[in-house]
């Protein structure tokens, strides 16, 4: 059975700092572009951030551009966002998910895997 768990998530002050990763199973997913989304509380599922299957190109939200990083670890078949200078409305219930497009795919519908998601809290 795949499986994409989701940790790291939590309540943080504005200004903190957050570090989430999602855990794959059941399968490799070296040749699959990783990516993060999120989704905010009366609010469609929107793109955070993606990496290549090789880590060469990664692409970015306009909203959170300079302040997260998105990494991966095909040996471990990992990927975590690295979320700095979090903003309350940041606050959302952030899900891995896995697509396996040639390309940096940036809308729900191109990833075929998803995790159960974890919340990030950002209070003011």
């Known amino acids: 059975q795949v499986q994409l768990v989701e940790s790291g998530g939590g309540l943080v002050q504005a200004g903190g700092s957050l570090r989430l990763s999602c855990a794959a199973s059941?399968?490799?997913?070296?040749?699959?572009?990783r990516a993060w989304f999120r989704q905010a509380p009366g609010k469609e599922r929107e793109f955070v951030a993606a990496i290549s299957w090789n880590g060469g190109s990664r692409s970015y939200a306009g909203s959170v551009k300079g302040r997260f990083t998105i990494s991966r670890d095909n040996a471990k078949n990992t990927v975590d966002l690295q979320m700095n200078s979090l903003k309350p409305e940041d606050t959302a219930v952030y899900y891995c998910?896995?697509?396996?497009?040639?390309?940096?795919?940036?809308?729900?519908?191109?990833?075929?895997?998803w995790g159960q998601g974890t919340q990030v809290t950002v209070s003011s």
């Open positions: 059941g399968r490799t997913f070296s040749s699959y572009v």
């Open positions: 998910a896995a697509s396996d497009t040639r390309y940096i795919a940036t809308k729900v519908n191109e990833y075929t895997y």
